[in-house]
């Protein structure tokens, strides 16, 4: 009897145990998202959280949306492009977590573009994949490289956009798709490429709305008291 109550107590305590770390776990996990690098520059947080959601978002896509599909469309090569691209997307979240920001997102707009090209040149210009470039030049743009840097970006983002859709008027794709797989190849890239550029022209328009209330508001209401003051009377 002895044995049987102290192995039932033995297990009730690594129960209790487990289920408090499980809990520990989950309470801490969005203090751990909203935690920053120690180097991170104050006019970083606002990028800084739009890449780390980014970044997730592209890891979820790369393998629940395109792995799939790139596997339906029987091309090895563009295959396992995209499988490289989920050990890619990976990498860019620990080194923005570690606060290389300009590292990470020039990593991923190559391992991206570089990846849109590919699939440009297997299944031909008229998928909609060259939606791709305009978003990655979107994640520059929204970026705070210098101005040089983002023009230079553009440019040779623009200048390979250029080169591939002349490149697919005469050349024959590799791997032709069928009707009904070109039409769920465009309905994907377009809705895809929509919801990129919409998340970050919505992310930063909040993030406009919300400064312009606060100006707002602090040039209305007397610091000390908080009670409108002459602007707002006048």
């Known amino acids: 009897a002895a044995v049987f109550v102290f192995a039932n107590t033995r297990n009730a305590v690594i129960l209790m145990f487990s289920n408090y ?18 180097s991170l520059r104050a006019e970083d947080y606002r990028f800084y959280f739009f890449m780390s959601l980014m970044y997730i978002l592209a890891v979820l896509l790369h393998t629940v949306l ?21 050990p890619v997307d990976i990498l860019c979240f620990i080194l923005l977590r570690m606060g290389r920001i300009n590292v990470s997102l020039l990593l991923f707009v190559t391992a991206i573009s570089a990846h849109t090209s590919l699939a440009i040149i297997v ?3 008229s998928s909609s994949l060259s939606m791709f470039f305009i978003s990655m030049y979107a994640l520059v743009f929204f970026s705070h490289w210098k101005m040089l840097y983002k023009i230079l970006s553009g440019i040779v983002i623009l200048f390979i956009t250029v080169g591939l859709s002349i490149y ?9 798709l069928g009707q009904v797989q070109m039409v769920y190849w465009n309905c994907s890239n377009i809705i ?3 919801f990129i550029v919409g998340y970050g022209i919505y992310y930063f ?7 312009e209330k606060k100006l707002k508001y602090d040039a209305e ?8 003051n002459r602007n707002a009377i006048m």
């Open 168 to 176: 697919t008027l005469y050349a024959e794709p590799l791997t032709p």
């Open 21 to 38: 770390r499980r809990f520990i776990r989950m309470e801490h996990a969005g203090s751990w998202f909203m935690r920053t690098p120690s």
């Open 205 to 211: 328009s909040l993030i406009v709305n919300s400064t």
């Open 123 to 125: 299944f031909g210009g």
């Open 221 to 228: 209401h007397d610091v000390l008291t908080g009670v409108l």
């Open 66 to 86: 395109l792995f799939p599909l790139y596997f339906m469309l029987d091309n090895r090569i563009t295959f396992v492009s995209d499988a490289l691209c989920i």
């Open 192 to 194: 895809l490429n929509f």
